[in-house]
């Protein structure tokens, strides 16, 4: 778990400090790729809380939902048809419900130690 820790530290560091600029074309396709990302996070942080986790499963839940749904908005904005819809919806409702999940596990520790 202190690796997680300090991987998360470590990325946080790295994106104030390094100067990372993109396209303004590409914002969206950023968002949604983040929005999915944090979903496998959160994700990942309830399965390491139920004694599930796996971390194949988690990388490449990772990196695939992140490029599905960049790839969703993508095919959606060249078809005139917004897409990242499907994306928001099913990604940020999951997160929203592992966010959930993972409060009540938490409230559940603090209440029984």
């Known amino acids: ?5 300090v991987g998360l ?8 400090i390094l100067p990372v600029t993109y396209p303004a074309a590409f914002t969206l396709y950023i968002s949604v790729a983040i929005l999915a990302s944090l979903d496998s996070v959160f994700g990942g942080l309830r399965a390491s809380l ?9 990388v490449t839940g990772f990196f695939s ?3 599905l749904a960049a790839f969703l908005a993508y095919i959606g904005d060249r078809l005139g048809v917004p897409l990242y819809y499907a994306a928001i ?3 940020g409702s999951r997160l929203f419900q592992n966010f959930a999940i993972i409060r ?3 409230i559940n520790r603090l209440h029984t130690h």
Request: proline share 0%; no cysteine; aromatic share 20%.
């Open 1 to 5: 778990m202190i690796y997680a820790f």
């Open 9 to 16: 530290l470590l990325g946080i560091l790295l994106g104030v």
């Open 50 to 58: 139920e004694n599930k986790f796996n971390t194949e499963i988690f």
């Open 65 to 67: 939902n992140a490029i």
């Open 89 to 91: 919806f099913a990604f």
């Open 104 to 106: 009540r596990h938490l």
